[in-house]
Protein backbone atom coordinates (compact mmCIF):
# COMPACT_ATOMS: atom_id res chain seq x y z
CA UNK A 1 0.00 0.00 0.00
CA UNK A 2 1.15 3.23 -1.03
CA UNK A 3 1.42 5.60 2.25
CA UNK A 4 -1.22 7.87 1.72
CA UNK A 5 -1.35 9.48 4.99
CA UNK A 6 1.05 12.10 4.52
CA UNK A 7 -1.29 13.45 2.28
CA UNK A 8 -4.04 13.54 4.29
CA UNK A 9 -6.15 17.38 3.48
CA UNK A 10 -5.11 19.70 6.75
CA UNK A 11 -8.40 20.60 8.95
CA UNK A 12 -8.62 24.53 9.03
CA UNK A 13 -10.00 24.78 12.07
CA UNK A 14 -13.01 26.62 12.72
CA UNK A 15 -12.58 29.54 15.99
CA UNK A 16 -15.47 26.95 17.25
CA UNK A 17 -13.84 26.01 20.81
CA UNK A 18 -15.10 27.82 23.75
CA UNK A 19 -12.39 29.61 25.47
CA UNK A 20 -12.29 28.93 29.53
CA UNK A 21 -11.76 32.72 29.87
CA UNK A 22 -12.65 35.72 27.65
CA UNK A 23 -9.83 36.64 24.57
CA UNK A 24 -8.39 39.86 24.35
CA UNK A 25 -10.05 41.54 21.39
CA UNK A 26 -6.48 41.77 19.39
CA UNK A 27 -5.69 38.33 20.28
CA UNK A 28 -9.43 36.80 18.36
CA UNK A 29 -8.53 39.19 15.41
CA UNK A 30 -4.99 37.63 15.12
CA UNK A 31 -6.29 33.88 15.29
CA UNK A 32 -8.92 35.05 12.80
CA UNK A 33 -6.30 36.91 10.53
CA UNK A 34 -3.89 33.61 11.34
CA UNK A 35 -6.78 31.04 10.05
CA UNK A 36 -7.75 33.70 6.67
CA UNK A 37 -3.88 33.29 5.75
CA UNK A 38 -3.66 29.63 5.82
CA UNK A 39 -6.61 29.42 3.44
CA UNK A 40 -4.98 31.77 1.34
CA UNK A 41 -1.73 29.61 1.46
CA UNK A 42 0.28 32.04 3.63
CA UNK A 43 1.70 29.77 6.40
CA UNK A 44 4.37 32.28 7.20
CA UNK A 45 2.01 35.10 7.86
CA UNK A 46 -0.21 33.06 9.67
CA UNK A 47 2.57 31.84 12.27
CA UNK A 48 2.99 34.99 12.79
CA UNK A 49 -0.73 36.26 13.40
CA UNK A 50 -0.97 33.18 15.75
CA UNK A 51 2.17 33.83 17.35
CA UNK A 52 0.77 37.16 18.13
CA UNK A 53 -1.84 36.00 19.46
CA UNK A 54 0.22 33.73 21.68
CA UNK A 55 1.42 36.94 22.85
CA UNK A 56 -1.51 38.01 24.60
CA UNK A 57 -1.75 34.27 26.10
CA UNK A 58 0.11 31.69 25.91
CA UNK A 59 -2.42 28.85 26.31
CA UNK A 60 -4.96 29.94 23.31
CA UNK A 61 -5.60 26.62 22.00
CA UNK A 62 -7.01 27.94 18.26
CA UNK A 63 -3.88 30.03 17.97
CA UNK A 64 -2.13 26.78 19.20
CA UNK A 65 -3.82 24.40 16.61
CA UNK A 66 -3.34 27.42 14.01
CA UNK A 67 0.71 26.61 14.66
CA UNK A 68 0.37 22.89 14.55
CA UNK A 69 -1.37 23.02 10.89
CA UNK A 70 1.55 25.45 9.96
CA UNK A 71 4.18 22.87 11.20
CA UNK A 72 2.14 19.96 9.76
CA UNK A 73 1.80 21.40 6.07
CA UNK A 74 5.68 21.83 6.39
CA UNK A 75 6.72 18.16 7.58
CA UNK A 76 7.79 19.41 10.71
CA UNK A 77 5.43 16.30 12.52
CA UNK A 78 7.17 16.08 15.67
CA UNK A 79 6.51 20.03 16.45
CA UNK A 80 3.19 19.58 14.84
CA UNK A 81 1.75 16.60 17.58
CA UNK A 82 3.22 18.97 20.29
CA UNK A 83 1.65 22.19 19.62
CA UNK A 84 -1.91 20.19 19.08
CA UNK A 85 -1.38 17.82 21.87
CA UNK A 86 -0.90 21.20 24.24
CA UNK A 87 -4.17 22.86 22.23
CA UNK A 88 -5.99 19.58 23.56
CA UNK A 89 -4.30 19.53 27.03
CA UNK A 90 -5.72 23.31 27.41
CA UNK A 91 -9.14 22.63 25.93
CA UNK A 92 -9.93 18.87 26.30
CA UNK A 93 -13.16 19.10 23.90
CA UNK A 94 -11.76 21.08 21.19
CA UNK A 95 -12.79 18.48 18.40
CA UNK A 96 -10.59 19.93 15.35
CA UNK A 97 -7.89 20.35 17.40
CA UNK A 98 -8.15 15.52 18.54
CA UNK A 99 -8.34 15.06 14.65
CA UNK A 100 -5.21 17.22 14.11
CA UNK A 101 -3.50 15.67 16.72
CA UNK A 102 -4.74 11.70 15.45
CA UNK A 103 -3.98 12.87 11.99
CA UNK A 104 -0.13 14.14 13.26
CA UNK A 105 -0.10 10.87 14.58
CA UNK A 106 -0.81 8.83 11.74
CA UNK A 107 1.45 10.20 9.70
CA UNK A 108 4.13 9.53 12.21
CA UNK A 109 3.01 6.18 12.23
CA UNK A 110 1.02 5.29 15.34
CA UNK A 111 -2.22 4.36 14.12
CA UNK A 112 -3.50 3.25 17.37
CA UNK A 113 -2.76 6.46 19.19
CA UNK A 114 -4.13 8.48 16.22
CA UNK A 115 -7.43 5.89 16.55
CA UNK A 116 -8.02 7.28 20.31
CA UNK A 117 -7.70 10.52 19.48
CA UNK A 118 -9.92 10.11 15.95
CA UNK A 119 -12.54 8.73 18.76
CA UNK A 120 -12.33 11.37 21.04
CA UNK A 121 -12.82 14.18 18.54
CA UNK A 122 -15.85 12.12 17.14
CA UNK A 123 -17.57 12.05 20.50
CA UNK A 124 -17.36 15.79 20.57
CA UNK A 125 -18.66 16.31 17.21
CA UNK A 126 -19.59 13.35 14.55
CA UNK A 127 -19.59 15.25 11.60
CA UNK A 128 -16.18 15.51 10.92
CA UNK A 129 -15.65 13.75 8.06
CA UNK A 130 -11.94 14.30 7.97
CA UNK A 131 -11.81 12.94 11.33
CA UNK A 132 -13.98 9.76 10.55
CA UNK A 133 -12.01 8.94 7.84
CA UNK A 134 -8.68 9.14 9.40
CA UNK A 135 -9.94 7.14 11.95
CA UNK A 136 -10.72 4.33 8.74
CA UNK A 137 -7.50 4.70 7.79
CA UNK A 138 -5.97 4.09 11.00
CA UNK A 139 -7.95 0.97 11.49
CA UNK A 140 -6.58 0.40 7.99
CA UNK A 141 -3.26 0.54 8.67
CA UNK A 142 -3.72 -1.38 12.36
CA UNK A 143 -5.18 -4.21 10.16
CA UNK A 144 -2.00 -3.90 8.02
CA UNK A 145 0.62 -3.87 10.73
CA UNK A 146 -1.24 -6.78 12.71
CA UNK A 147 -2.34 -9.23 10.71
CA UNK A 148 -4.07 -11.59 12.75
CA UNK A 149 -6.28 -8.95 13.89
CA UNK A 150 -6.91 -7.65 10.46
CA UNK A 151 -10.84 -9.09 10.04
CA UNK A 152 -12.24 -7.34 12.72
CA UNK A 153 -10.31 -3.90 12.37
CA UNK A 154 -10.79 -4.16 8.80
CA UNK A 155 -14.46 -4.55 9.44
CA UNK A 156 -14.58 -1.52 11.46
CA UNK A 157 -12.90 0.70 8.69
CA UNK A 158 -15.00 -0.70 6.44
CA UNK A 159 -18.02 0.99 8.57
CA UNK A 160 -16.23 4.00 9.07
CA UNK A 161 -15.66 4.50 5.33
CA UNK A 162 -19.11 4.15 4.40
CA UNK A 163 -20.62 6.96 7.55
CA UNK A 164 -17.69 9.36 5.43
CA UNK A 165 -19.43 8.24 2.43
CA UNK A 166 -23.19 8.87 3.85
CA UNK A 167 -22.38 12.41 4.48
CA UNK A 168 -19.94 13.01 1.17
CA UNK A 169 -20.78 10.72 -1.77
CA UNK A 170 -18.11 12.42 -4.06
CA UNK A 171 -15.18 12.17 -1.30
CA UNK A 172 -12.51 9.57 -3.87
CA UNK A 173 -10.37 9.15 -0.83
CA UNK A 174 -13.07 6.64 0.46
CA UNK A 175 -13.78 5.09 -2.37
CA UNK A 176 -10.35 4.43 -2.84
CA UNK A 177 -9.51 2.92 0.29
CA UNK A 178 -12.75 0.49 0.42
CA UNK A 179 -11.13 -0.82 -3.11
CA UNK A 180 -7.87 -1.48 -1.65
CA UNK A 181 -9.09 -3.16 1.04
CA UNK A 182 -11.40 -5.25 -1.30
CA UNK A 183 -8.23 -5.90 -3.71
CA UNK A 184 -6.05 -7.06 -0.94
CA UNK A 185 -8.94 -9.61 0.29
CA UNK A 186 -9.54 -10.50 -3.77
CA UNK A 187 -12.70 -9.04 -3.84
CA UNK A 188 -11.30 -8.07 -7.79
CA UNK A 189 -15.05 -7.14 -8.95
CA UNK A 190 -15.86 -4.40 -5.85
CA UNK A 191 -12.32 -3.49 -6.25
CA UNK A 192 -12.90 -2.28 -9.68
CA UNK A 193 -16.07 -0.49 -9.28
CA UNK A 194 -14.36 1.80 -5.80
CA UNK A 195 -11.31 2.43 -8.16
CA UNK A 196 -13.23 3.23 -10.79
CA UNK A 197 -15.76 5.74 -8.77
CA UNK A 198 -12.63 7.00 -7.44
CA UNK A 199 -10.91 7.52 -10.62
CA UNK A 200 -14.28 9.27 -11.86
CA UNK A 201 -14.25 11.70 -8.97
CA UNK A 202 -10.47 12.58 -8.53
CA UNK A 203 -8.37 10.48 -11.32
CA UNK A 204 -4.84 10.27 -9.38
CA UNK A 205 -2.32 7.87 -9.85
CA UNK A 206 -3.24 5.65 -6.90
CA UNK A 207 -6.77 5.28 -7.88
CA UNK A 208 -6.29 4.64 -12.14
CA UNK A 209 -3.25 2.10 -11.18
CA UNK A 210 -5.71 -0.41 -8.51
CA UNK A 211 -8.42 0.30 -11.40
CA UNK A 212 -5.57 -1.04 -13.87
CA UNK A 213 -4.48 -3.51 -11.72
CA UNK A 214 -8.33 -4.89 -10.89
CA UNK A 215 -8.96 -4.92 -14.41
CA UNK A 216 -6.25 -7.28 -15.35
CA UNK A 217 -7.01 -9.69 -12.17
CA UNK A 218 -10.26 -9.41 -13.90
CA UNK A 219 -9.19 -10.80 -17.20
CA UNK A 220 -10.04 -7.60 -18.86
CA UNK A 221 -6.88 -6.73 -19.89
CA UNK A 222 -7.54 -4.21 -22.56
CA UNK A 223 -9.44 -1.88 -20.41
CA UNK A 224 -6.83 -2.26 -17.42
CA UNK A 225 -4.44 -1.07 -20.13
CA UNK A 226 -6.64 2.37 -20.83
CA UNK A 227 -6.38 2.49 -17.27
CA UNK A 228 -2.72 2.35 -16.90
CA UNK A 229 -2.20 4.51 -19.76
CA UNK A 230 -4.25 7.11 -18.37
CA UNK A 231 -2.63 6.90 -14.95
CA UNK A 232 0.31 7.68 -17.00
CA UNK A 233 -0.64 10.45 -18.83
CA UNK A 234 -1.49 11.64 -15.22
CA UNK A 235 1.73 11.45 -13.61
CA UNK A 236 4.15 10.21 -16.94
CA UNK A 237 6.94 8.93 -14.11
CA UNK A 238 4.76 6.56 -12.58
CA UNK A 239 7.32 3.44 -12.61
CA UNK A 240 3.96 1.27 -11.11
CA UNK A 241 1.72 1.96 -13.65
CA UNK A 242 4.35 1.26 -16.48
CA UNK A 243 5.22 -2.20 -15.17
CA UNK A 244 1.42 -2.81 -14.87
CA UNK A 245 0.66 -1.55 -18.42
CA UNK A 246 3.39 -4.20 -19.63
CA UNK A 247 1.34 -6.50 -17.75
CA UNK A 248 -1.70 -5.26 -19.26
CA UNK A 249 -0.54 -5.22 -22.82
CA UNK A 250 1.12 -8.80 -22.47
CA UNK A 251 -1.88 -10.61 -21.35
CA UNK A 252 -4.52 -8.76 -23.89
CA UNK A 253 -6.03 -10.80 -27.04
Do not use: K
Request: hydrophobic share 45%.
Amino acid sequence: MARRDAALPLLLAALSCAHRAPLHPRAAEQIRRGYGYLERGDPERAAVAFEHALAFDPEIPEALNGLGIVARSQGRLDEARERFARAVRVEPIFAEGRANLGETLLALGRPAAARAEMEAALRIDPDLADARQNLARALLREGLDEPDRRDPLWARARREYLHVLESEPERAAAHHDLAFMDALAGRFERAEQGYRRAAEIAPSPDALHGLCFSLVRLGRCQEGARACERCLEVAPGAERCRTSLRGALACAP
